[in-house]
């Protein structure tokens, strides 16, 4: 069976069909232009990948139990990122719906210590891997069904370039899912704002990430996130602490820059629920963002009235 039309059969048949929160959570931005190759709904491919499919890990998938964390959900995802602020939320709802989450890590083994109790026995499954390695990359693919990619760096290191990270490593994955023949959903968490005309060195890698992401793999979803904030995040955590320790705060601009944060455990529920739909996010991007947008000013001084230290002033430039 091609792999687009075992993809198809997949979702058909052993993924939970479309609810309303799967499509009220996500805001369509764009759709790329693909040439559909097929009649489309539930009957044919939407979409077909040029590349000749593979049939390795294409193995039947059986649904079972009543959706809760011990049920069998047919997902089988690698989350690469997974360690990450975004991937302890993805990893945890894709664990409580019954989902098995490979977890590739390339650091010690304390980084996914805390994915661990997030899913039933044996379904969190990590797996040391190198991000320049192919065959490991492969490994940890070779028994999934999803890939999601969740790998994505906002500074350099002496290491790895933003071109590195934010493109390559991404254009490969896909490759490899293509190669692999029983993918059948991709998923790339970009970034709200990437594009190929950004000032922004990041923001250009994105961007083409996005454009390689979907020349190997058309029928993956693009997410592009706006600025996350949650417990772990690391925008309103860092100003609070400065505040905190220096009893300011530097704000460039006057702090007129407009940001629409978006809860974390939101944007892992968008991406759960583009799993969950009946093919409908398949080659799309979708941006989200919260339900407010404030200037950073704004922001600042929310944290400032939060701040124990009342002393707090504010620096503008
Ligand atoms: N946080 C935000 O506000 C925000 C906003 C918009 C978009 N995004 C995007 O959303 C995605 C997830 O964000 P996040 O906040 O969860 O990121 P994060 O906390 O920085 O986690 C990034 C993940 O990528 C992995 N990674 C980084 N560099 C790597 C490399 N050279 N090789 C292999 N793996 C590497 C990290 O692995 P290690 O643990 O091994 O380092 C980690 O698992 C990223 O693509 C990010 O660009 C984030």
Redesign the pocket.
Do not use: K
């Given at each position: 069976m091609q792999a687009a039309a075992w993809r198809r059969h997949l979702l058909d048949h052993h993924l939970s069909p479309t609810t309303a929160a799967a499509i009220s959570a996500l805001r369509s931005a764009s759709q790329p232009a693909l040439v559909p190759q097929g009649l489309g709904g539930v009957d044919g491919a939407r979409y077909m990948s040029a590349r000749a499919p593979a049939v390795k890990g294409s193995g039947h998938l059986v649904r079972k139990g009543t959706g809760g964390r011990s049920s069998v959900s047919g997902i089988i995802a690698t989350v690469f990122?997974?360690?990450?602020?975004?991937?302890r939320y993805l990893v945890q709802q894709l664990a409580k719906m019954g989902s098995q989450v490979l977890v590739p890590?390339?650091?010690c083994e304390d980084?996914h210590r805390h994915l661990k109790l997030m899913g039933d026995l044996g379904q969190i499954v990590p797996m040391k891997y190198n991000?320049r390695d192919v065959n490991s990359i492969k490994a940890v693919m070779a028994r999934s069904n999803v890939v999601i990619n969740?790998?994505?760096?906002?500074y350099e290191t002496r290491n790895?370039g933003f071109e590195e990270?934010n493109h390559r490593?991404a254009e490969q994955l896909a490759m490899i899912s293509t190669e692999h023949g029983g993918i059948m959903r991709f998923i790339q968490?970009s970034?709200?704002g990437a594009s190929a005309t950004s000032p922004s060195r990041m923001l250009r890698a994105k961007a083409a990430g996005e454009e390689s992401v979907l020349k190997e793999f058309p029928e993956a979803t693009i997410m592009r996130?706006?600025?996350?904030i949650g417990t772990e995040d690391?925008?309103l955590n860092r100003w609070a602490q400065f505040a905190k320790n220096w009893s300011f705060l530097p704000v460039v601009n006057d702090g007129s820059t407009k940001i629409q944060p978006v809860y974390v455990a939101d944007v892992a529920a968008a991406i759960v629920n583009s799993l969950k739909d009946d093919g409908t996010s398949m080659g799309k991007t979708y941006e989200l963002g919260g339900p407010e947008i404030y200037t950073v000013h704004e922001l600042v001084i929310i944290i400032q009235n939060l701040q124990i230290n009342e002393s707090c002033k504010l620096y503008m430039r």
């Open positions: 990122g997974a360690t990450g602020f975004l991937g890590f390339r650091g980084s991000p969740l790998i994505g760096r906002e790895y990270v490593m968490v970034s709200l996130p706006a600025t996350m690391r925008i």
